[in-house]
């Protein structure tokens, strides 16, 4: 398996040190999610390089075209993962959340729902991406929107309408706590952008985001995903790892 290769073989020798001064970007514009490099693209393998700032994350998607493939942390910051899955209602619901650091590894498989960021405040990361397969055609899911869509340029936030295809309608995605922390991005991603940005944008403005995460409707939602994870008489989580991912949210 290619995170293996990372971890044990040829990729473990890898360092920050060896790509960050030729591949490195850290001061990538607004325009872009993160810094993107291709260093290597050969048949079926892809090997990118990308770096993310305060704030960068994906949007929760699938690379539907690889057949699998492995991130490694370069650092000097960290990472988080989130990993989602359908639950019992048909709800799209994170099912795990970590931080990872330099030198980590986490293997990425072809329908894997996932997104990952830096959460952190300040600094920078590097991550090191490998790929058996395209990474063009990525399944991207607007959980504000209600949509899913396909892009070939990275799986992000309000990318421009015309980088989207196959938009396909999708009622009802997500539990409240996932609902609420894709939002949220949504909107951190929104308002970093310029205005020449937001309008190439598919994405409605901040307020309206904010809006929609905090109607009404959503107050029974919210009480729906408590009450799933909280004793009815002694008020404690009963399930700890949904709590955290509730809290982060």
Request: charged content about 20%; hydrophobic content about 35%; aromatic content about 6%.
């Amino acid at each position: 398996k290619i995170a293996q290769v990372l971890r044990h073989g040829t990729g473990a020798s890898v360092t920050l040190d060896d790509v960050q001064t030729e591949w490195g970007n850290p001061d990538h514009s607004t325009a872009a999610s993160t810094g993107y490099k291709r260093i290597f693209v050969s048949g079926d393998v892809e090997i990118m390089l990308m770096s993310w700032g305060p704030g960068d994350v994906s949007s929760i998607h699938m690379n539907s075209m690889t057949r699998g493939g492995a991130v490694k942390i370069l650092g000097p910051g960290c990472m988080q993962l989130r990993t989602l899955q359908l639950d019992a209602r048909c709800l799209l619901r994170t099912t795990s959340l970590s931080t990872h650091g330099a030198g980590d590894v986490w293997e990425v498989q072809r329908d894997m729902m996932h997104a990952m960021g830096m959460k952190q405040s300040s600094g920078h990361c590097f991550t090191l991406h490998v790929y058996v397969g395209s990474t063009r055609g990525a399944r991207v899911l607007n959980l504000v929107a209600q949509t899913t869509s396909s892009t070939d340029v990275g799986a992000f936030h309000a990318l421009p309408s015309d980088h989207l295809y196959g938009v396909t309608a999708t009622p009802n995605l997500a539990d409240f706590p996932t609902l609420l922390q894709d939002g949220s991005e949504l909107c951190a991603r929104i308002l970093m952008m310029t205005s020449e940005e937001r309008a190439r944008s598919a994405s409605p403005p901040a307020s309206d985001i904010t809006q929609k995460l905090f109607a009404p409707e959503r107050r029974e939602e919210f009480w729906r995903d408590v009450e799933r994870i909280v004793h009815p008489d002694t008020g404690h989580a009963t399930d700890t790892a949904q709590w955290r991912i509730m809290c982060d949210a």
